[in-house]
């Protein structure tokens, strides 16, 4: 119970104020804890940070799977037009934690087999798999066009949902479904025959 109100309340401040901007102190005063309570549950801050980027990553996953799940697409179109919509709708719901990846995440690891890093870029690699999957799908299908090379428009595609995501989050870009809408018509025009 006290490591959710910690890990709730270190999202929270960490959003708020960013992760070398929160000292643990004023974590605890805010959790309503001990300072040395929140070291029983985690063994530094980078580990409190860490597991929030974990359950991130593991709620992105779950509600993914749960989305496709209940669509149910008929073809690999749809399917690739249920995993944008449904990165796109968890990071607007999550706003907060993804200020974490955002903002925080760049400077809060130092290599690329850093945990940080490493589960940043689960999140990547899951949902660009599951767009690059859905994508050969559709080419042995036929609703996709058979010289769209798989991996290399997977990342085309997740990297401009990433970018669109990071700006709508900056303020730089309004948060729109038409904004959404559009991508998805624009790729999927490029995907089909």
């Given at each position: 119970?006290?490591?959710?109100v910690i890990?709730?309340?270190?999202?929270?401040?960490?959003?708020?104020?960013?992760?070398?901007?929160?000292?643990?102190?004023?974590?605890?005063?805010?959790?309503?804890?001990?300072?040395?309570?929140?070291?029983?549950?985690?063994?530094?801050?980078?580990?409190?940070?860490?597991?929030?980027?974990?359950?991130?990553?593991?709620?992105?996953?779950?509600?993914i799977e749960?989305?496709?799940?209940?669509?149910?697409?008929?073809?690999?179109?749809?399917?690739?037009?249920?995993?944008?919509?449904?990165?796109?709708?968890?990071?607007?719901?999550?706003?907060?934690?993804?200020?974490?990846?955002?903002?925080?995440?760049?400077?809060?690891?130092?290599?690329?087999?850093?945990?940080?890093?490493?589960?940043?870029?689960?999140?990547?690699?899951?949902?660009?798999?599951?767009?690059?999957?859905?994508?050969?799908?559709?080419?042995?299908?036929?609703?996709?066009?058979?010289?769209?090379?798989?991996?290399?428009?997977?990342?085309?595609?997740?990297?401009?949902?990433?970018?669109?995501?990071?700006?709508?989050?900056?303020?730089?870009?309004?948060?729109?479904?038409?904004?959404?809408?559009?991508?998805?018509?624009?790729?999927?025009?490029?995907?089909?025959?």
């Amino acid at each position: 119970m006290k490591r959710d109100v910690i890990l709730d309340t270190a999202a929270r401040l960490f959003a708020e104020r960013g992760f070398n901007n929160t000292p643990t102190s004023l974590l605890a005063k805010e959790a309503g804890v001990a300072e040395g309570t929140i070291f029983r549950h985690f063994r530094t801050k980078d580990d409190i940070f860490l597991t929030l980027i974990n359950n991130v990553k593991n709620q992105l996953i779950s509600d993914i799977e749960k989305y496709l799940e209940v669509r149910g697409p008929e073809n690999a179109l749809e399917k690739l037009e249920s995993v944008i919509k449904s990165f796109y709708v968890f990071v607007k719901k999550n706003n907060m934690e993804f200020c974490l990846i955002f903002r925080d995440a760049p400077t809060r690891y130092g290599q690329r087999n850093d945990d940080v890093f490493l589960n940043i870029k689960e999140i990547y690699t899951y949902v660009t798999n599951y767009m690059k999957d859905a994508i050969d799908e559709g080419k042995a299908e036929g609703t996709i066009r058979a010289d769209i090379t798989s991996q290399e428009f997977a990342d085309m595609l997740m990297s401009t949902m990433v970018g669109l995501v990071r700006a709508m989050h900056f303020g730089f870009i309004e948060s729109s479904d038409d904004i959404l809408k559009t991508v998805i018509e624009s790729f999927s025009k490029l995907l089909t025959k």
